[in-house]
């Protein structure tokens, strides 16, 4: 999979070396190539924002840089044909496993990382009427531009992209994955700490009570702090009080 990043602040992708996603990249698996927008401004200041049209707090980020810009990775000799642009925006419809999922399929994705009040509609108008765009949030507050955002939605897609994560079966017992439940809690040693126990039914050996109990806790977990993941079988009374007295 090939990404594109643009950014006024391509430090924040230093990060994208690190750990899995690092070895995904030394690996060939995934190429990020970071671009720095500014390179696109050709005034002697390297302007990229405009005082908002209709009038208003902060600034907006001007088109014809972001035009250069996305122009050039477009027409790049190894761009795909058809990419899926992303503008990470707190006003885009919001990112998901799901999601992350659909985009792990893609070769070739291109983020735009928005500053200030954001970017110049037409941007996105222009690069809509040409191919795949989309608008994306990370959920529901505000960051100060789309950088830590495309670098959650990157670490997202990036673990599902075959290769990535070496041992696939990891990836599918996890919270939002399968069923949506949300993952039980995991112990390792010393069995006993600070005076916690590990839950005993973990140092058994009995496999099939093992599973029972860590459905148990995904499905009171999810009842607890999410309620509204549990599919409709699972909504009504509690059972856990019981099973774990
Ligand atoms: Cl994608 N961008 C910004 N600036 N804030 C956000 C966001 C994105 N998602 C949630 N908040």
Redesign the pocket.
């Known amino acids: 999979m090939r990404i594109d990043i643009v950014s006024i602040f391509p430090g924040y992708f230093e990060s994208l070396g690190l750990s899995l996603l690092g070895r995904a990249s030394q690996k060939g698996l995934i190429d990020v190539r970071v671009h720095d927008l500014r390179d696109a401004a050709h005034d002697r200041h390297r302007t990229v924002d405009d005082t908002p049209a209709g009038g208003g707090a902060g600034m907006v980020m001007k088109p014809e840089p972001w035009g250069e810009m996305l122009d050039g990775i477009l027409a790049s000799d190894d761009a795909d044909p058809d990419p899926v642009i992303i ?4 006003a ?1 419809e ?2 998901d496993q799901r999601m992350a999922r659909e985009l792990a399929e893609e070769r070739h994705l291109v983020f735009g990382c ?2 200030y009040e ?1 970017i110049d509609h037409r941007v996105f108008d222009e690069y809509s009427a040409r191919g795949r765009v989309r608008l ?11 950088e ?3 670098i959650a ?1 990157i670490e997202a897609i990036g673990r599902l992209v075959p290769g990535v994560v070496g041992n696939p079966a990891s990836l599918v017992e996890e919270s939002h994955e399968e069923d949506g439940l949300l993952e039980y809690p995991s112990y390792t040693k010393p069995a006993q700490w600070r005076g916690h126990a590990v839950p005993p039914v973990l140092l058994s050996g009995n496999h099939a009570a093992v599973d029972a109990w860590r459905r148990e806790q995904r499905i009171e977990r999810t009842r607890e702090v999410r309620p509204e993941l549990l599919p409709p079988e699972l909504r009504g009374a509690s059972r856990g009080r019981h099973a774990a007295d």
């Open positions: 503008f990470p925006s707190p885009g919001v990112f928005g500053r954001g994306v949030s990370i959920g529901d507050y505000v960051l100060n531009g789309g830590v955002a495309t939605m």
